[in-house]
Nanobody, 127 residues
Framework: QVQLVESGGGSVQAGDSLRLSCATS????????WAWFRQAPGKERELVAA???????????DYALSVKGRFTISGDYAVNTVFLQMNSLQPEDTATYFC?????????????????WGQGTQVTVSS
């Protein structure tokens, strides 16, 4: 069982930045595929970014087109935490953001592929 605890959400203005953190009980980040999803009211939960490591310094990351170039997913082995740096935030980024972890090599784009979820952190962006 892996526990995930998100933090770092808040209310900001358009153009501002936030960094979300996902503190995990995982012993090693490279054991899992990690992702950030978001869910806006009345909408489906969607993938924002995903990352997997093939070594401590080698990783593969992918992003939703809507956030590519603005958001960066990363991790810190020393504190077993996954991050989502969000720059140039827009009102359409308003949502609850969830951290997720997958054991194995299923399709990282699918919500159903993930085994563990955090409780979510709210991000609100006003214009």
């Amino acid at each position: 069982q892996v526990q995930l605890v998100e933090s770092g959400g808040g209310s900001v203005q358009a153009g501002d930045s936030l960094r979300l953190s996902c503190a995990t009980s995982a012993r090693t980040l490279s054991t899992y595929i990690w992702a950030w999803f978001r869910q806006a009211p009345g909408k489906e939960r969607e993938l924002v970014a995903a990352i997997r490591w093939s070594g401590r310094d080698t990783f593969y990351a992918d992003y939703a087109l809507s956030v590519k170039g603005r958001f960066t997913i990363s991790g810190d082995y020393a504190v077993n935490t996954v991050f989502l740096q969000m720059n140039s935030l827009q009102p359409e980024d308003t949502a609850t953001y969830f951290c997720a972890a997958m054991v194995g090599q299923r399709d990282y784009r699918l919500r159903s592929s993930y085994d563990y979820w955090g409780q979510g952190t709210q991000v609100t962006v006003s214009s």
